[in-house]
């Protein structure tokens, strides 16, 4: 079965550092993982899919299948990243997405 | 073009009353998704449509039942409402094709609590 694991319910960083969300999967196939961020009081919204390769807002997310993680990635952290950010994965047919805990992040001044 | 919308945004019940979240997408989607969004345990899904006249069970049904009558509306409904059902429940939609096409689009959210 699909499973995806947010070690981290709370995060919290201050303006300028590193942030690294961490993200682990279980699945048997090829997996498509996505991070979706949602700002307070605003719907979710997919901020990158692994086979995109992008940087959006200035993060990355590097899929690495010897250790099934998905971790995101920002080298210096912004006040407007405050958020909650959830890891997903995509499989088992009609496009349904499974979705870990989430991790809220919250960017210190 | 409003994406996908949900109705009502808030809404309180009673134990026992009935109620249905109506959700709208105008992207001419085939798929679309309820799920709910508790603290601690991430969005689970509910149950979810692959096209007009069909529905099938998620991962957390029980409760819960769904009509997709229309292509473009996705009902949910409580015919009994519970306190475990106090949640915020969000609305999904997706194109049928595969990536990078296939993202999700999700409504903007129902706030439901139960008494």
């Known amino acids: 079965a699909q499973r995806v694991t947010q070690p981290e319910k709370l995060l919290s960083v201050f303006k300028g550092a590193p942030v690294e969300l961490k993200c682990n999967y279980s699945?048997?196939?090829?997996?498509?993982l996505f991070w979706y961020v949602q700002y307070s009081r605003q719907r979710l919204q997919l901020l990158l899919r692994h086979i995109s390769r992008e940087s959006i807002k200035g993060f990355t997310a590097d899929l690495n299948k010897g250790e099934t993680s998905f971790h995101l990635k920002k080298p210096f952290a912004q006040e407007e990243d405050s958020a909650m950010y959830y890891c997903?994965?995509?499989?088992?047919?009609?496009?349904?997405?499974?979705f870990g805990q989430g991790t809220r992040l919250t960017i210190n001044p | 073009n409003a994406g996908v919308t949900q109705t009502p945004k808030f809404r309180v019940l009673k134990t026992g009353q009935s109620m249905t979240l109506l959700c709208a997408q105008d992207?001419?989607?085939?798929?679309m998704y309820w799920y709910r969004q508790d603290p601690g345990m991430g969005l689970r899904l509910i149950h979810y449509s692959v096209g007009e006249g069909t529905t099938a069970k998620g991962e957390v049904p029980d409760g819960y039942n769904v009509s997709r009558l229309k292509k473009q509306n996705f009902l949910l409904g409580l015919e009994s409402a519970a306190p475990s059902q106090t949640s915020v429940y969000f609305c999904a939609s997706n194109l049928e094709v595969g990536p990078p096409y296939n993202e999700q689009f999700f409504g903007p959210g129902t706030r439901l609590t139960v008494l």
């Open positions: 997903a994965i995509r499989g088992g047919g009609a496009q349904k997405l499974v």
């Open positions: 992207m001419n989607h085939e798929y």
């Open positions: 699945y048997s196939g090829s997996p498509e």
